[in-house]
């Protein structure tokens, strides 16, 4: 089954493969985008034609809340949602006790009677 099935959908192999780059490039976008390096080289370059008298004040002082605002708001593309945990190992969920309903006695399958 799995080899027709890759037989089947072996047309759509370069779809699949430019969905996965372009995954990849807007990861590495998106890190780039929030990386406080960058972010920080931005503030300077920001204070750099401010002081050549390039900008003018209200101008670096909106361009720098947008920078500060893409460092501490959320991610691209979140919408509000909030934050993923961190990938780490889980654990397994605890065993629950005992296997009976209410009143202690066994489960049923289906169609059981009394």
Partial sequence: MDLLWALLTLPYAPVR?????????????????????????????????????????????????????RLTGPAAGGGGSPPRRAAGPRRPAPARRGTGGRDGGARRGRGGGP
């Fill in 17 to 69: 493969g430019l969905t996965a780059a372009v995954k990849v490039i807007a990861r590495e976008a998106e890190s780039q985008q929030h990386n406080p390096v960058n972010v920080r080289r931005e503030l300077e370059e920001l204070d750099r034609a401010a002081a050549a008298g390039e900008l003018p004040p209200e101008e670096r002082d909106r361009r720098q809340q947008q920078v500060l605002d």
